[in-house]
């Protein structure tokens, strides 16, 4: 299989010397640079996620991937994901289609639900409407998409009836996927539209998402769709060693774990908890190259996916190690999983 090596990031704000948050535009000029360096070292693909909150600094990943399209040659922009249901798919369209332009076809982008609903309340949304609005507008972006004429109608938004939105992509298509979690009803609504889909993976074993991707190929087939691409975004730390890189990330995994959990009133995750999603069958992809490798390798043999995305910030971990762990990544994990894959650069 052609398998494709990438990373995602939230911009998660680290912390300076005397435990004081970092700036938030001090953290996107570190994603800017960790994108640029994923280039250098060949990666694939990169993903900024769209969040609205104090511990996350990216909120227009569009506006980032645009700096980085004028900064990079090679590597695929994407958002991870695009929160779809708060915002305009015309405005989608033409935001990336514009990073389209300026990377020379290297833009794409995810659409979801994102993982928080701050978006909502700050952009005057209902949450009563969270099924709705979702629905509605991946209806309407999926005709724009088509870079064709659009008369549509729906009961969010006033009908559209356009030529095309514009600008246009040069290739005619703005390669646009849709980031799921676990329910049936997403891949069965992005098989309907045709759209390839990022599974994440962000508790549990990867083979309790088999039967949902089982699933979504079946839908596709008894759409009479072609087979489409599937990728994996899941959290993950790479160094030298496993012990290192426990050593190294465990400190901000817990922490982060912890704050989401106050939210969700979760109990306290203990360093046991986090050992366990760092093992052969957690969620957690953490540990030396060959460890990481190896367990990347397994989990896109099981779902047959041809894309792996290393969500390689967490919580409060720091620029230099993120910037070691997009090195070891793109130099030793990479070639690793190619090899066991069989599938080139």
Not at 12 to 24: M, Q
Not at 270 to 284: F, R, S
Request: aromatic letters at 6%.
């Amino acid at each position: 299989m052609d398998v494709e090596l990438g990373l995602d990031t939230f911009g998660d704000i680290a912390l300076l010397p005397d435990g004081s948050p970092l700036h938030p535009a001090a953290v996107i000029r570190e994603v800017m640079a960790e994108g640029q360096l994923a280039d250098r070292l060949g990666l694939d693909f990169i993903g900024l996620g769209e969040h609205h909150r104090a511990d996350y600094a990216i909120a227009a990943p569009d506006t980032v991937l645009a700096g980085l399209a004028a900064s990079t040659e090679h590597i695929r922009l994407g958002s991870s994901v695009t929160v779809l249901s708060s915002d305009d798919p015309v405005r989608v369209f033409e935001r990336f289609a514009t990073v389209d332009a300026i990377s020379q076809g290297r833009a794409e982008i995810t659409v979801g639900r994102g993982s928080f609903i701050e978006s909502f309340p700050l952009f005057g949304l209902d949450l009563q409407d969270y099924e709705t609005l979702f629905s509605e507008k991946l209806d309407l972006l999926s005709a724009i998409l088509t870079e064709q004429p659009v008369a549509w109608e729906g009961t969010t938004r006033p009908p559209l009836t356009v030529d095309r939105v514009q600008p246009g992509t040069e290739s005619g298509r703005l390669t646009t996927w849709v980031g799921v979690g676990g329910t049936p009803q997403s891949v069965v609504r992005a098989a309907h539209y045709g759209l390839p889909i990022v599974v994440a993976i962000i508790g549990g074993a990867t083979r309790q998402f088999v039967p949902l991707v089982d699933l979504y190929r079946r839908a596709l087939s008894e759409m009479g769709k072609p087979e489409l691409p599937v990728a994996i975004h899941s959290p993950g730390y790479v160094a030298a060693t496993d012990e290192q890189a426990q050593e190294e990330y465990l400190p901000h995994f817990i922490g982060y774990m912890n704050v989401i959990g106050r939210e969700r009133r979760w109990a306290p995750m203990t360093k046991e908890q986090a050992l366990v999603q760092m093992g052969p069958d957690g969620a957690v992809y953490c540990g030396s190259p060959d460890t990481v490798a190896q367990k990347i390798a397994e989990s896109m043999r099981l779902l047959g996916a041809t894309r792996f995305q290393l969500k390689y910030s967490m919580g409060t971990l720091p620029h230099e190690l993120r910037s070691s762990c997009i090195r070891l990544y793109a130099q030793e994990v990479a070639p690793r999983v190619r090899d066991l894959l069989g599938g080139g650069a």
